[in-house]
Each structure stands twice: as C-alpha cells, then as structure tokens.
C-alpha cells in the first residue's frame, strides 16, 4: 500500500494554505461531472427499457415516450451529441495517458495513482459511449417487439 505521507500527517497536519491547495488540485473538472450525468442518465433509461413490461400497451408508451422525446427535442439531442463527443475527446485522452505506460514507469505512488486515475477515466468514459450504443438498438428492438405483439393481436381479432 502507497502512502508516502502518512506518517508525516499523524505527526503534523498540513499547514491551511497547503490544504486549501491540495483541495483545489482534487477538484472536480466540470466535463467529467457532465459524463458522470450522461451515464448515469442512459443507465437509468436502460433499465427502463430491460425492465419485463406487464402489457404491451405500457411497453407502447415507454417506448413512444422515448422516441418522440428524442425526435421533438433538439436541444436533447445537441446535448446528446456535444456530451458524446467530448466523451471521445476524454476517451482518447485517457487510453494515450494508459498506452505507453510500462511497469518500471510506475514506481512511486503519485505515477501509480496517476495510472489508476487514467484507467478509472478510460472505463467511464468507454462504458458511456457504449451504453449510448447499446440504447439506441434497445429502443428498435423494443419498437419492434411493440409492433410484432400488435400484429399477433391483429391477427388474432380476424
């Protein structure tokens, strides 16, 4: 385990103005915060999409609720988009941060944690365009499944 200060800060605690620094390094950048919206945001659609509906008339409205949302709202899908393509921009950032890297370069804590925090960043950032993927082709499986039940119940009525 890597503290290399530990045992200086149960001896003495860091001066105020260290704090206040340390704080400001540990800050969150805003586009990060954003991504962490965007995938939480299509995991919760996503599980509203998986989840075993009781009717098909329920499954209608799910899925008209989410496909006119999508179609009538530009500024969702700008937003959708924008986040999306930052989304690469850190995805790329981050797997050239973990490319090259090899493991006599990992040798002190900080580059350790550096390396961690790259890894960590590459997979939220993977799994959010990847569930973006993913939504997008449950909504036409859920859409035609919606619209192969009607037709069963069509046929059935004749």
């Not at 001066?15 to 206040?20: I, S």
């Not at 609720?65 to 690469?88: D, E, G, H, P, Q």
Request: some cysteine; aromatic content about 12%; glycine content about 4%.
């Amino acid at each position: 385990f890597c503290h290399p200060t530990a045992e200086r800060n149960r001896r003495t605690p860091l001066p105020l103005l260290e704090q206040k620094e340390k704080r400001r390094k540990e800050a969150m950048d805003p586009g990060w915060l954003l991504l962490f919206i965007l995938l939480v945001a299509e995991g919760a659609s996503l599980s509203i999409l998986v989840f075993p509906m009781p009717s098909n008339t329920i499954r209608g409205m799910v899925i008209n609720f989410f496909s006119k949302t999508w179609a009538r709202s530009n500024v969702l899908r700008y937003l959708t988009f924008f986040l999306l393509l930052l989304n690469v921009v850190y995805f790329a950032s981050s797997m050239s941060s973990i490319w090259g890297v090899e493991a006599f370069d990992l040798q002190t804590c900080e580059a350790k944690l550096d390396y961690f925090r790259h890894e960590r960043n590459s997979y939220i950032t993977g799994f959010g365009l990847f569930l973006f993927v993913v939504l997008q082709r449950i909504v036409q499986i859920q859409t035609q499944l919606h619209d192969a039940r009607d037709d069963v119940k069509a046929s059935k009525k004749k």
